[in-house]
């Protein structure tokens, strides 16, 4: 048994910036990781590769597909990245209807893995909550949040422009990425004709300036291998790092925390158990407080396997609130269309990030059919010429660049439905002998309506504004594949109705926050990461005070 100030159970985001924020301030802190170590830099295998390099050109196998038959739903694990991403046969859960548990299994979870789109949420969504009666009012407002916000802005980096919209707030930004021309033309012809429509930069956690210890992005854009030079944020070049030099952190890889210890005597949370995953040994390690950073179903998993007398149905579960309001982004079917023009001209470059039309349905009053409102990603590209017959004359045609095509995708919001949930299911075991999670969770007529919406208007958009052929791919996504679950321990001002406070403290085990994104009260339609780093830097002040004055 080993004695700690604080224990950080994950190491993504939020694990990340826990562990700085309380090393930072003195604490002597344990990070635990269920996945394997991952060196930042030594550890990215494949981030120099070219695609010949690779056995399948970066395309996956059949075998691939067997391996991670459920990872593979998603657009991201390729040849060059699988090996971060977690064997799904060691994994089982059940899927009451069909959720994507799209995860990690390494060091730093999927800070090495996301998307880095970084938008401030507004009070648009903090009071959403309040004035249309789905889910508890939120028991912060923009104004508690705006200088975390500040705070975290200016470690991680973030590119963009200010542009002084109220409901999609500026951040403290480095330079943007420049728009392409067929981008700045479309935006130009979008905002002439339509009052309530703005496109902008992408706003990403690449770096355009060097910060200390972490080099400038190189328009790669093969992020998610790991990035040699630190040009994006993840907890390997940015946190970690910070966190390690206060010499207070140890870092423990390969053990998965089974349960939270409870001390009914002392009616605190004293400590946690965790499982070797290559011996099946257990070990208990303690602390006078404890940070929940696994992501969200993960998190569900351990509140409700972390049984006691005082818990008989979890951690903090009096009220049956734990996996309950199980919320994810839906995505629309991918829009694309071909752009008239610009032959002459090309960019720079793989530009790791795109624009953003910023929501502008539901804004101002309800007007829609629908609640609440989505926002809409995308970019313009060059592709090749399409070669025909064999030989030399078809090589020398694809080395030509093609026609222009814009895509776009819109993400919208997901009410926190009560029957979205997450439970356990002690009848199937994982590999290592642990009961497994139940998913049932669905989109419903809401977010179907929202998709409705999004594909009439834009289409709608891009023709007034001369796109032509355009076209629909796909369907829309399912639970969990915009890897933005979120609500499963939310935020809230009655006990009886949430599991944390407003300093995402548990109403009831005063010595444990939780802050990855079940504690979310709403999903929002933007991106939540940077309000996860704001809401872990804010809740490590709160703690680390609390703790100070002997509080818990």
């Known amino acids: 048994m080993q004695q700690f100030d604080a224990i950080v159970i994950g190491s993504g985001i939020t694990g990340g910036w826990a562990a700085k924020e309380l090393t930072e301030k003195g604490l002597r802190t344990l990070m635990i990781e269920r996945g394997r170590d991952v060196e930042h830099i030594k550890d990215y295998t494949t981030a120099t590769k070219n695609p010949w390099d690779l056995t399948h050109r970066d395309n996956r196998s059949i075998t691939d597909k067997e391996t991670y038959p459920i990872q593979t739903r998603h657009y991201s694990i390729k040849e060059d990245n699988k090996h971060f991403y977690i064997l799904d046969k060691q994994n089982p ?80 930004f480095q330079a943007p990425m420049p728009l392409n021309c067929v981008e700045a033309d479309i935006k130009n012809k979008i905002e002439s004709k339509y009052s309530d429509r703005t496109l902008i930069h992408g706003r990403t956690a690449n770096l355009t300036q060097q910060l200390p210890g972490r080099g400038a992005c190189q328009y790669r854009n093969l992020c998610h291998r790991g990035c ?37 005597a002392k009616q605190k949370a004293t400590g946690v158990e965790v499982i070797d995953r290559e011996t099946n040994k257990t070990y208990i390690f303690e602390a006078n407080l404890i940070f929940i950073n696994a992501s969200t179903v993960a998190t569900t998993f351990l509140l409700l396997n972390s049984t006691s007398n005082r818990f008989p149905n979890g951690l903090g579960n009096d009220h049956d609130m734990v996996g309950r309001h199980l919320m994810d982004h839906h995505k629309s079917r991918g829009m694309s269309g071909e752009v008239v023009g610009f032959r002459d001209k090309y960019y720079y470059g793989r530009r790791p990030t795109g624009v953003y039309i910023p929501r502008f ?192």
């Open 93 to 172: 859960y059940t899927e009451v209807q069909r959720y994507d548990w799209v995860r990690a299994d390494v060091l730093g979870g999927r800070s090495l893995l996301w998307a880095r789109m970084c938008f401030r949420w507004s009070d648009l969504d903090f009071e959403a909550n309040a004035k249309d009666g789905h889910g508890v009012d939120w028991p912060i407002r923009y104004q508690d949040i705006a200088p975390w916000y500040d705070y975290v802005e200016k470690f991680v980096g973030i590119s963009g422009k200010k542009e002084g919209i109220p409901h999609l707030p500026d951040s403290l």
């Open 228 to 264: 040699p030079y630190g040009a994006y944020f993840s907890t390997q070049s940015s946190t970690l790092p910070a966190a390690m030099a206060t010499g207070k952190l140890t870092v423990k890889t390969g053990l998965i925390v089974n349960r939270i210890i409870y001390d009914e």
């Open 361 to 552: 349905v539901n804004v101002n009053a309800q007007k829609e059919k629908f609640l609440r409102g989505y926002g809409i990603q995308g970019g313009a590209y060059r592709g090749r010429e399409k070669g025909e017959g064999i030989g030399a004359a078809f090589k020398e045609a694809i080395t030509e660049a093609g026609g222009w095509t814009v895509g776009f995708t819109a993400f919208g919001e997901c009410l926190p439905y009560a029957e979205n949930r997450i439970t356990l299911n002690t009848d199937k075991k994982d590999h290592w002998g642990r009961p497994t999670l139940n998913i049932d969770a669905s989109f419903k007529e809401n977010e179907k309506a929202m998709q409705k919406d999004y594909e009439e208007k834009a289409a709608e958009m891009f023709e007034s504004i001369g796109i032509q052929n355009i076209r629909f791919n796909g369907s829309m996504s399912f639970p969990g594949n915009a890897n933005h679950e979120m609500g499963t321990a939310r935020m809230g001002k009655d006990p009886k109705t949430s599991v944390l406070n407003k300093w995402n403290q548990m109403h009831t085990v005063k010595n444990v926050f939780i802050t990855d994104g079940s504690s979310m009260a709403s999903s929002s339609c933007v991106n939540p990461s940077l309000t996860y780093m704001a809401l872990t830097a804010r809740a490590v002040d709160y703690a680390v005070a609390e703790l100070k004055k002997r509080n818990f």
